[in-house]
């Protein structure tokens, strides 16, 4: 029986050639560290974005991605104007990267089970409304249940998040009003109520009928907002249109003009709870129809969950109503 060898293989030895001599080329060979920067230029579609990223210095980076396309003799990225696009061979190897590093996360998650200790990474994304509300409890429950896994969050909007999660940088998001997609599961926790803030007055009456929110100056964020583009629809569903007054995409700013007389604004249940100076606010339950937000977790179909993601899943859909103060029968 006759064996043929690769090309750049000794028929003798079955190594690649010159591995076995220090004064040869050396062969080089993929390494994990090449795949994670790969995997970041790729996903993120920039050299600049990845470099920040990872903190590394950007002529390092290009000069291991180019090592790694040497080793594979494949273009893997393509640079234009607007940064970069993956090639088909940038594609395969995009998909193929995605399950190693998920398996060596996987591997290191078993060995911290073997010695006790459950240690992984979870990236989570919160709409800015839910920030400030949920950043401490979520981080101090996060450290008591786990307290050798790491913890990041990050804010933004939730048509960037379900961006994010399917492109692998964030491993969970609390979404408002999510589209149903093929790339995200979803699992619903929640419906909150919209009110609507304006500065202190008194003698307000306790709610608002939507039509009545119609003719009040709105300082709202910028599209594509969900409580925005909610807003706007249930407007239009009874024959009206915001005046949005002001389009700021910032809770905290917004708050300081509501204050200040500028206009008023909608807002979750949740963020009127939040409040550090209610005093300076009259809040009114928006009526007629009531309006309300569901708030959903969404992961990515495309990135399986390690241990560690599914144990902070768990702990998200157990504290959710607790720490946005909703008791267990509302």
Not at 30 to 38: A, P, S, V
């Amino acid at each position: 029986m006759l064996l043929s060898w690769p090309p750049g293989w000794d028929s003798m030895t079955g190594t690649a050639c010159g591995a076995g001599s220090n004064n040869d080329k050396k062969v080089g060979f993929m390494d994990l560290k090449q795949l994670q920067y790969f995997t970041c230029v790729a996903e993120l579609g920039s050299f600049t974005r990845a470099s920040n990223t990872l903190n590394i210095a950007q002529p390092a980076l290009s000069r291991q991605i180019r090592m790694l396309e040497v080793e594979l003799r494949q273009n893997l990225l393509i640079r234009n104007g607007r940064g970069v696009s993956m090639t088909e061979a940038g594609k395969v190897l995009l998909e193929h990267s995605l399950g190693i590093l998920h398996q060596v996360e996987r591997v290191k998650e078993e060995l911290g089970k073997v010695r006790g200790a459950m240690a992984g990474h979870v990236v989570v994304g919160l709409p800015p409304s839910l920030l400030k509300v949920l950043a401490v409890p979520l981080t101090k429950t996060f450290r008591a249940r786990l307290p050798n896994a790491s913890l990041s969050i990050c804010e933004g909007l939730s048509v960037t998040m379900h961006e994010a999660l399917v492109a692998g940088r964030l491993d969970v998001a609390l979404l408002y009003n999510v589209i149903p997609s093929a790339e995200v599961e979803t699992f619903p926790l929640l419906e909150e109520e919209l009110f609507l803030m304006t500065a202190r007055f008194d003698n307000a009456p306790d709610s608002i009928t939507l039509r009545e929110v119609a003719g009040m100056p709105l300082i709202i964020p910028s599209r594509p907002n969900s409580i925005r583009m909610l807003v706007e629809s249930e407007l239009a569903n009874i024959g009206c249109r915001p005046h949005i007054e002001l389009e700021i995409d910032g809770v905290s700013a917004i708050l300081e003009l509501v204050a200040d007389g500028y206009g008023s604004a909608v807002l979750t249940r949740s963020a009127v709870a939040s409040l550090a100076d209610a005093s300076r606010f009259t809040v009114r339950k928006i009526v007629e129809p009531v309006l309300s937000s569901k708030l959903a977790m969404a992961i990515s179909l495309r990135h399986p969950s390690t241990l560690t993601q599914q144990l902070f899943i768990e702990l998200i859909r157990e504290h959710i109503r607790e720490w946005l103060g909703y008791s267990s029968e509302t």
